[in-house]
Structure formats: C-alpha cells, structure tokens
C-alpha cells in the first residue's frame, strides 16, 4: 500500500502547500501595496520578485529531495 | 514502452585521471566561449565604429541592464555591474542551451548506458554550486574593498554574548546562501528538463511546445533571481550598519 512512488508524490505535495501559501500572501501584499501608491510601483515590483524567488526556492528543495527519491 | 533516461547528475563524457568532464561541463564551455567571441565581436565594431545591428541589440539589453542595477543600488552601479551582468548572461544562456535541438537526445553508447553529448549547463549540481560559491566569495570580497577589515567584524562581535550569537548566525546564513543559491537554479532547470522529457514521451512532436516557452520563461527569471540576489547581498554588505 505505502509504496515508494506515494512517498515521493507526498514529498512534493506537502513540500509545495506553504510555499504556494507563501507566494499568495506576498503578491497579494505588493498588489495592496501598489494599489496604496501607484507611484512606487516599480519598487515594490522587485523587491516582490525577489520574496516570490525566495518561496519558491523552498518548493524547489522539495522537488529535488523527490527527484533524488524517485532517481537515484 | 522505452525507458527514460534521467539521471540526476550529469553525465560525465571523458575523464582526465580523477576528474569527471561531464556534459554539463562541456555546454557551460561552450555558452563562455559564445558569450566571449559576441562580446570580442561588439568589441572590434564599436572601437572601429562601424555600423552594425548586432552592436545596437546588445546595447540595448546592456543598458536596460545597467538601469535596472541602478534602482537597486543607485551610486555604486558602476562597480558591480560587471559581475552581476557576467552572472545573469552566464547563468540565462546556460539554461537557455538546455532547450535546443540536439542538447540531452545526441550521444553515445558505453558500459553505463545512453550518455548525452550535450545537457544544460545549469543543470549540472557542479555549474550552479562554482557559481553559487563565487558569487558568496564576491559578496565578501566587495565587502572587504569597501569597509575594510572591518567588514569581518559583521561575524565575530565580541561586545557582547547577543551579537557573538548575531554574528555566528550571520555566518551560517552566509553558507547557507551557496546552498540555496544552486539549489534553487539547478531544481529549476532540471526540473523543466525532467518535464519536457516526460511531456516528449507523452505527447510526441507539438506537445513539448508551450513548455519550451515556459523553459525559455524560467530560464531567464532564475537568471534575473540569481544576479538580482546577489546584488541585494553586496549592497547589504557594503553598507554600514
């Protein structure tokens, strides 16, 4: 039943639920922000695309801790 | 059904005594070579001024470049342009090479079983970590140039037992960063050469499609995250606390 092929799906699945959470949250942070203040749209655009990389970095260690599972 | 052939790390194509050339290896080779001979060619047409399109293409990416590090650190653009436009060009037409015709499907036979010639320079574990490791060692070397020895004393703070304990986090993080730096690259890339191979096995010839445009997509946001992030880093060590 618990095979090694459920394991891995689980690692990414588990793995990628806080950090979708996570890139929500900041993005919709930098919209209310850029709502706030057209003007300093471009700034916050950034420093967003860097928070977005940061979270989905953590979605990437698990998807590589689940190809190491399944390939190696 | 035929297998696929995925493996982690890359393959290597020859040895030299010890060391492994893997594929990976010889595409990074390559993307340098090709990067330096646009860069000699822009060279010698812009000393001898002559006209040429190719020259005003690359100006205009060059450019928009510069201003884009210059919203991030405004007065000293000049002093970390290079390496920061090295990083984001390697590291985009490193991944970049993993989606032409040929790369990872051109190879040989031997005891180990189907070795590809060619493989996208960033997804090799070896090409993201040198790069992640550079780029940390930059950060410190910038630090150095522009505070002194006392740009070290960021880490060791002996006022008192708090920022002792500050500085031996800050240190950690500091290796913590080449850790998530190349993994972060290298799960991106190989992880879209995963997909176009299982999407090529699923849906030959015109599925792939819309994925490459995805690969050609992440590709060149890593690349940004990549350079951009180390640029955030040499602007916070440069400055004074």
């Known amino acids: ?72 | 059904m035929a297998s696929l052939n995925i493996s982690i790390s890359a393959e290597p194509i020859f040895h030299l005594g010890n060391f492994a050339f893997t594929n990976s290896m010889f595409v990074s080779l390559l993307t340098t070579v090709f990067l330096s001979l646009v860069a000699i060619r822009f060279y010698r047409f812009h000393k001898s001024k002559k006209p040429s399109k190719l020259n005003l293409f690359i100006q205009v990416i060059i450019e928009s470049f510069y201003e884009f590090v210059q919203t991030i650190t405004p007065h000293k653009a000049s002093q970390f342009f290079p390496l920061i436009a090295s990083i984001f060009l390697f590291v985009m037409f490193a991944s970049w090479a993993g989606l032409l015709p040929g790369v990872e499907t051109i190879g040989f036979r031997n005891s180990h079983g189907f070795i590809p010639l060619f493989r996208g320079g960033t997804a090799d574990i070896n090409i993201t970590m040198g790069t992640a490791i550079a780029a940390v060692f930059m950060v410190q070397v910038f630090g150095y140039k522009s505070l002194g020895i006392k740009y070290f004393k960021k880490f060791f703070d002996f006022s008192n037992p708090i920022k002792l304990f500050v500085g031996f986090l800050e240190l950690v993080s500091e290796f913590a960063r080449i850790v998530s730096f190349s993994f972060r690259l290298f799960g991106n890339i190989f992880a879209g050469e995963v997909l176009l191979m299982v999407i090529a096995f699923l849906l030959p010839l015109f599925g792939p499609l819309p994925f490459i445009g995805l690969e050609l997509f992440i590709g060149f946001i890593q690349a940004l995250v990549f350079s951009t992030l180390t640029l955030v880093f040499i602007s916070i060590a440069v400055s004074h606390h």
């Open chain 1, 1 to 72: 039943m618990i095979n090694d092929n459920l394991i891995v799906g689980l690692t990414i699945t588990v793995g990628s639920l806080a950090p979708a959470i996570a890139i929500g949250m900041i993005v919709s942070k930098a919209l209310e922000a850029i709502g706030r203040n057209p003007e300093a749209a471009s700034k916050v655009q950034t420093v967003m695309i860097l928070g977005v990389a940061f979270a989905e970095a953590i979605a990437i260690y698990a998807l590589v801790v689940a190809l190491i599972l399944k390939f190696v």
